[in-house]
Structure formats: C-alpha cells, structure tokens
C-alpha cells in the first residue's frame, strides 16, 4: 500500500512572497511519479507539477518548483512570487507502475494581497 | 481543445433516492475515471475504465454504485440507493493512456452531491 501524508491543513503568504508546502510519502515501489495538483474554488483539479523518481533534478514549472529527497521521502512545493490565484488547495499525489493515484488531504493555501 | 464535461454541477437528494452523473472526457482519451472527494479528504479512486473495458474498480462499493463507459466515450456513475456518507464531490477524469503512470491527468469540475 501508498501513503500520501500533508500534515498541514492551511497556509497563508502574502502577494509577492515565497512559500513551500510539505508532502511525505511512502511506497513499496521503486518506479514511481509524484504531483502537485491545485484544485481552485471552481473544482477543477489541475497539474502544477510532476516528478519522476528515477530523476535526481528537481522538476520546475516557471514559478513552481520542487524539493524531491527520495531517501526521506519527501516531496514538497515552492512556489516563488505567490499571486493571487495562486489561492486554491493543493494535493500532493503518487502513482507507481503497479498501483493507482493516490492523493493526500491536501492543503488550502491563501495568498494574502 | 474542449475539456472534461460533467453534469449536473450541483445535486441534493434525499437518502434511500437513486441519482446519476455524466461525463465526457477530452476526446480521444482512452482512460476515464471517476472519483470521489469528501470535504476535507483528497479525491478517492471509484472506477477506471480503459476503452470501455474496467481497469480498477477496487474501491466502487458495487452493492449501491455502479459505472458504465458503453461506447468507450462518455460515463455514467449511479448510485441506488443514496446514504447519507455519500455527500461529496464526484469528479470526473481523463487521459490520453493508462500505460504510462506519470500520465497527467484532466479533472472536470466535478457534481456536488448533497444527501439528506
């Protein structure tokens, strides 16, 4: 079985500032992928970023970058010059060659103007 | 491109009442799923279908949901009879092939349920 795990359940970052949100994760598997999904007031879920664990270099995505520590199983998302749409919940997720996506509880991240 | 489309947006029905949720993926799409997100929890897997054909249905409590892709295009997802745990969000997704796992996924805006 996979575990995803976001301990935090908010966060809030003022306009223009910097913020990470944690994920740690567990897997049986040695081929797998993580992601950080947003999920904006209007519900639809949309990728902000992926990895694949096999790769050493962080993924990043214009302002969104990641901070992957495979031996600590760690995962998390920086995102550089917070907006305000940037304001959504955020779902870190694992998917593995021979199991489904698994999401964690995800975090309501607020961005302050 | 047209995204994923679902329907109804928002649903209330009373428990014991029977209700159902459409979806139609990005087009040429092959893989379609349906899960389901409780306030406060990450989307859960219901179904996966391949084509038209079941992948993963794991975690679909059969006695009271079921699912069907006939043509391998667009989706429905039942539920008879309603309990009250489940009130959530149904959300529809997409994508191109299931064969990769680092696929990306396309969400709909999914239908909130409500069951009193």
């Known amino acids: 079985a996979q575990t995803v795990t976001q301990s935090q359940p908010e966060m809030s970052v003022q306009e223009a500032e910097t913020v990470t949100l944690s994920c740690t994760y567990d897997?049986?598997?040695?081929?797998?992928?993580l992601f950080w999904y947003k999920q904006p007031p209007s519900r639809q879920m949309i990728l902000v970023i992926r990895?694949?664990?096999?790769?050493?270099q962080n993924a990043t995505e214009n302002r969104f970058s990641v901070n992957f520590q495979k031996a600590a199983k760690s995962f998390s998302l920086k995102i550089s010059d917070s907006q305000l749409g940037d304001t959504a919940m955020y779902f870190c997720a694992l998917g593995g060659a021979n199991s489904k996506l698994t999401f964690g509880k995800g975090i309501t991240l607020s961005v302050r103007p | 491109e047209a995204g994923v489309a679902q329907s109804p947006r928002y649903k209330i029905i009373e428990k014991r009442q029977s209700v159902a949720f459409w979806c139609n993926p990005i087009s040429g799409h092959a893989t379609l799923y349906w899960y389901q997100q409780i306030l406060g929890q990450g989307p859960k897997l219901l179904i996966q279908f391949q084509n038209n054909g079941v992948v993963d249905d794991s975690q679909l409590p059969k006695d009271r949901f079921s699912a069907e892709r006939l043509k391998g295009v667009d989706s429905t997802l039942k539920i008879q009879p309603a309990k009250l745990e489940d009130s959530a969000v149904y959300l529809c997704?997409?994508?191109?092939?299931?064969?990769?796992?680092?696929?990306?996924?396309?969400f709909g805006s999914g239908t909130q349920l409500s069951v009193l």
């Open positions: 897997t049986s598997e040695n081929n797998y992928y």
């Open positions: 997704a997409s994508s191109l092939d299931r064969a990769a796992t680092n696929e990306k996924l396309f």
């Open positions: 990895q694949e664990a096999y790769k050493q």
